[in-house]
């Protein structure tokens, strides 16, 4: 059942009504339409958050992401405990909705300066997951050079993007039984790799994030390209580092 049909929504609603299609409530349902075409949230699987001056915006746990209306969308104030959940400062809930189980793991890219957060199931990023052959733990990473595409991500903060010939890496976190507890691997990826704007989530998905929503969306268009590339070559036998 859509989403739409069960809310009602009784407390500052004005936060996420806005003629500007740029506005986060606006832009995350336009978001998670696309990203369903793509494959990256279906099944209920993966979402997007954005946050906007002392706002953040969070999609409902457990909808069709793809069916998502603005007057389903949550809002925090910014800055807000990751924890405990019933802690944070929700200035806007929908009734009969919870929010995204992905809600933590937002809020730490936000803390390393985030303007969104995208979270995908994209069967590429999974299946990266599972060639990369090195053992479990924190040193597990995916890693590729010399492909055109790695330039659409950065260096690092204020660092430039990555050139022809740099290596991109992506560290690899293993997956929890309940989504909230992946935070503590995100948080030690980040720590390990200070660079990074995505984290790889074994068996899982991943988590892309950006200075703004179009770098965020670009970004995470410009891996997914590269992990179903990455893929392709292993089934060829051709190697991902030269
Ligand atoms: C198919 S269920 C997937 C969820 O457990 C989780 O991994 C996810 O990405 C979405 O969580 P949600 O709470 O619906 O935003
Ligand atoms: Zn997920």
């Given at each position: 059942m859509c989403p739409a049909d069960?809310?009602?929504?009784?407390?500052?609603?004005?936060?996420?009504?806005?003629?500007?299609?740029?506005?986060?409530?606006?832009?995350?349902?336009?978001?998670?339409?696309?990203?369903?075409?793509?494959?990256?949230?279906?099944?209920?699987?993966g979402g997007t958050s954005i946050r906007q001056g002392e706002h953040i915006f969070i999609a409902?746990?457990?909808?069709?992401?793809?069916?998502?209306?603005?007057?389903?969308?949550?809002?925090l104030q910014w800055p807000t405990p990751k924890y405990p959940a019933s802690d944070r400062n929700y200035i806007r809930k929908p009734l009969k909705l919870n929010p995204s189980a992905c809600t933590p793991l937002f809020l730490t890219a936000f803390e390393q300066g985030?303007?969104?957060?995208?979270?995908?199931?994209?069967?590429?990023?999974?299946?990266?997951?599972?060639?990369?052959?090195?053992?479990?733990?924190?040193?597990?990473?995916?890693?590729?050079?010399?492909?055109?595409?790695?330039k659409g991500i950065p260096r690092g903060k204020g660092k430039g993007m990555l050139g022809f010939f740099d290596t991109l890496k992506i560290?690899?976190?293993?997956?929890?039984?309940?989504?909230?507890?992946?935070?503590?691997?995100?948080e030690a990826a980040m720590n390990k790799y200070p660079d990074t704007y995505a984290v790889l989530v074994r068996r899982h998905g991943?988590?892309?994030?950006?200075?703004?929503?179009?770098?965020?969306?670009?970004?995470?268009?410009s891996l997914d390209y590269i992990f179903q590339l990455a893929v392709e070559m292993h089934k060829l036998g051709l190697p991902w580092v030269k």
């Open positions: 069960q809310t009602v929504t009784t407390n500052n609603d004005h936060l996420v009504q806005s003629e500007d299609p740029e506005h986060p409530a606006n832009l995350i349902p336009e978001l998670c339409r696309k990203f369903y075409n793509w494959g990256w949230v279906t099944g209920t699987g409902p746990s457990g909808v069709q992401k793809e069916l998502m209306q603005p007057n389903n969308i949550f809002v985030a303007g969104c957060c995208i979270h995908t199931h994209s069967q590429w990023a999974v299946l990266v997951t599972l060639l990369v052959e090195r053992e479990k733990g924190p040193d597990a990473c995916f890693e590729i050079s010399n492909i055109e595409q790695i560290p690899i976190i293993e997956n929890t039984a309940f989504e909230e507890d992946l935070t503590s691997g995100l991943i988590y892309v994030w950006g200075d703004n929503t179009a770098k965020a969306k670009t970004q995470c268009e």
